[in-house]
């Protein structure tokens, strides 16, 4: 896209001069996506190009694909992946920082499979301070396998598993799982936005990253939540979803920065990033 617009250096007038304003990443693939319309995933993707580009990632960067919506974000993302069984994408991460000490160790999950089937597989290498860094795509619910309730659904909410509506009595609360992984000591940045405005959009790519740079700078741990929305899932036009993630959504998962202890500095290796925090095996 480009602009024609004078500024301090344009030509005579009546001459005019472009100025790029916006442009496609080229680690994010130019093709046709399978999300369903209004999916606030396209817009993860794009965030994470960008982020990666300005790092100069791309080249060093291993990301881990899990099972859910969120997995085919490996054909929208020019860099290598690999595919990991439901849930444990932080585990086939944590191999892969072991053998390629020098990557850049990505992964990309949804709620489903970071919150429900992956708990202790996010847990465990929270704790252990693994340098990797999750992006989690949290819409509330089980999008690809027919719209059943999550461990972040809310409570009153409709899905084909809670078809009355989450009632805590009975299913229990809503996990603010970002939140519980910021109190272990091994997570050096925890940080919580969203999808539901402009403005938000810059804040959501700005933790992005932050997240990145910590790996970068040899910290620990490190994870984004995107709130996101599930116009199908969740029985609403995209309009509508956007409008409930603005509200009762970021209501019961406030946004922010949860925790930022800072990088701890480490000798890096050939490739630009730091070595592991663990001997290798």
């Given at each position: 896209m480009t602009l024609h617009t004078p500024g301090p250096e344009s030509p005579a007038p009546g001459a005019s001069a472009a100025r790029l304003i916006y442009a496609r990443p080229e680690v994010l693939r130019d093709r046709s996506t399978h999300y369903c319309p209004g999916c606030g995933h396209g817009v993860v993707h794009r965030l994470l190009a960008?982020?990666?580009?300005e790092l100069?990632?791309?080249?060093?960067?291993?990301a881990v694909?899990?099972?859910?919506?969120?997995?085919?974000?490996?054909?929208?993302?020019?860099?290598?992946?690999?595919?990991?069984?439901?849930?444990?994408a932080p585990a086939v991460a944590t191999?892969?920082?072991?053998?390629?000490?020098?990557a850049f160790?990505?992964?990309?999950?949804?709620?489903g499979d970071l919150a429900a089937i992956g708990t202790a597989e996010i847990v465990h290498a929270a704790a252990r301070g693994e340098r990797i860094t999750a992006i989690f795509v949290n819409n509330g619910i089980y999008?690809?396998?027919?719209?059943?309730?999550?461990?972040?659904?809310?409570?009153g909410q409709k899905t084909t598993s809670s078809p009355f509506g989450?009632?805590?009595?009975?299913?229990g609360y809503p996990i603010r799982i970002t939140e519980m992984l910021a109190q272990l000591p091994g997570v050096t940045y925890a940080a919580r936005g969203t999808i539901a405005d402009v403005g938000s959009i810059g804040k959501l790519k700005a933790m992005i990253k932050r997240a990145c740079q910590v790996q970068m700078e040899g910290g620990g741990f490190a994870i984004v939540e995107a709130l996101s929305n599930c116009p199908v899932g969740w029985g609403m036009t995209p309009q509508q979803s956007i409008e409930h993630l603005k509200g009762p959504v970021v209501e019961a998962y406030p946004l922010g920065v949860i925790v930022d202890r800072?990088?701890?500095?480490?000798?890096?290796?050939?490739?630009?990033?730091?070595?592991?925090?663990?001997?290798?095996?």
């Open positions: 960008e982020v990666l580009t100069d990632l791309p080249a060093h960067t291993i694909a899990p099972v859910g919506c969120a997995v085919f974000a490996y054909d929208y993302l020019d860099i290598d992946f690999v595919e990991a069984p439901h849930g444990r191999g892969i920082r072991r053998v390629r000490p020098e160790v990505l992964t990309y999950q949804g709620d999008g690809m396998t027919g719209g059943q309730m999550a461990p972040t659904t809310l409570l989450r009632d805590a009595a009975l299913m800072g990088a701890v500095a480490q000798p890096t290796h050939d490739l630009g990033c730091p070595s592991p925090a663990h001997p290798e095996a």
